[in-house]
């Protein structure tokens, strides 16, 4: 979900303790990933390292780096060798915050996704279908009225691949789409990466993390309160009165699914959509293709989510002594798992770095693998349909504009902050 729905990617961290947080967001920041360029196209990088080896050790983060597709699937479903939750641990998160799920292990984590995929079945979320066209529809209505229909520039991200994806999310947990605004500062921040890794910018990322997970509890302590009260379908209402076995969500926990929805649910699903415009910007003959046969879009969200993929890291825990891809990793030893490496792995995927739409398997990682398997991707999918076809429909041509892509700076989200494009509007 919109960079947003991932039930991968650590976006849960309040970090307060500081040494803590520094060492866990280090472990993604790499040299070779430090200007504008790298992070816009990491891609070279990750071809280098995976020539010299599917797991290679970084002595600066004092980490493992695996690349591999194979490795990486290893290390995601093995949850007892490789744990989720010493990855909490390291974030530095104070008081009392209860860990995601995507921070948890078995068995706590298999109960809470029991409970969780409760409220949020895939029946549940293709019921969203229409209404996910609905809000679309209403988006590009008001780009209409804002240009008067006219020929022009809009940023794709401000007009349509931000708000769809927070509206929605919004409206499944019942909180006002109003403050979309608040939503995407407190998003923003908990994707965030420190642009280098002297002191004082570690320090400071810390310090504006914990300010944000603490207006954002406070939020949802007070939407949660008021959902208590009454009767109603929202998620938040479905979570309130899931139980198994007589056990229910704390009202802890209750609000750090809201906050993983929250960010996860709209930063991943945001970037998403752009990646996908990107793609069939770069490639016209695609685009052509799928004017022609739009029922190959399918094909090309699951190829974008491949090529460009939204979340490109996430990283675990070594619980015992285990050798991976050649190397031995020890108990203790912080591992990154490179997701959008595996993605490119020529083992697996042919013509790795061609962007082929009508790629078949095509076995992406881009949701991650294992018990974490990300929770919103059939919401993530349908939002992205929602906007490709809708823009097509409505756009007679659409153009990019030749700018400077700035990249989000953050150790594992993959997106840009804004995306100019040129449209002309289908005649009514």
Not at 171 to 177: K, Q, T
Not at 309 to 325: H, K, L, M, N, Y
Not at 382 to 389: G, K, P, S, T, V
Request: aromatic share 8%; glycine share 6%; charged share 25%.
């Amino acid at each position: 979900m919109n960079s947003k729905n991932n039930e991968h990617g650590d976006v849960d961290g309040a970090l307060a303790n500081t040494s803590n947080a520094q060492h866990f967001m280090a472990g993604f920041v790499r040299t070779a990933l430090r200007t504008r360029e790298q992070r816009l196209n990491p891609f070279p990088w990750y071809r280098t390292c995976l020539s010299q080896g599917t797991v290679l050790r970084d002595e600066t983060s004092q980490s493992w780096d695996v690349f591999g597709y194979e490795e990486a699937q290893f290390i995601l479903r093995n949850h007892a060798h490789f744990s989720s939750e010493r990855t909490a641990r390291g974030q530095g998160g104070p008081g009392n915050y209860a860990p995601s799920i995507l921070n948890l292990d078995p068995p706590r984590h298999t109960q809470l996704r029991r409970l969780i995929n409760l409220a949020f079945t895939p029946k549940a979320i293709a019921a969203f279908q229409p209404h996910i066209e609905a809000i679309t529809a209403s988006l590009l209505d008001d780009i209409v009225k804002e240009t008067g229909g006219k020929a022009g520039e809009i940023d794709l991200v401000d007009a349509l691949a931000y708000p769809l994806p927070v509206i929605v999310i919004a409206e499944m947990l019942g909180v006002p789409a109003a403050d979309r605004e608040k939503f995407k500062r407190w998003s923003d921040l908990l994707v965030e990466g420190p642009a280098d890794l002297r002191a004082e910018t570690l320090a400071d990322l810390v310090a504006r993390r914990a300010a944000g997970r603490k207006e954002l509890d406070d939020y949802f302590r007070d939407i949660v309160d008021v959902h208590r009260q009454k009767d109603d379908n929202t998620l938040i209402g479905a979570l309130i009165a899931a139980q198994i076995e007589n056990e229910s969500l704390s009202l802890e926990e209750l609000i750090s699914f809201c906050v993983l929805l929250l960010a996860a649910g709209n930063e991943t699903t945001t970037n998403l959509i752009v990646g996908a415009w990107r793609c069939l910007l770069e490639h016209p003959e695609t685009m052509a293709m799928l004017r022609e046969n739009p029922a190959l879009v399918d094909g090309v969200i699951e190829e974008t989510l491949r090529y460009y993929s939204p979340v490109q890291a996430t990283s675990r825990i070594v619980t015992q002594d285990i050798e991976v891809g050649g190397q031995q990793f020890a108990k203790g030893d912080r591992v990154v798992v490179w997701l959008g490496a595996a993605n490119r792995d020529a083992r697996v995927f042919e013509d790795p770095d061609q962007f082929i739409p009508t790629r078949s398997p095509n076995h992406h990682m881009a949701f991650g693998h294992g018990i974490h398997f990300c929770l919103g991707a059939p919401l993530a999918k349908l939002e992205a349909r929602a906007a490709i076809l809708a823009m097509l429909s409505r756009m007679e041509d659409i153009s990019a504009v030749e700018t400077v892509l700035a990249p989000i700076v953050s150790g594992f989200v993959y997106g840009v902050k804004s995306f100019p494009i040129e449209v002309a509007w289908v005649a009514h």
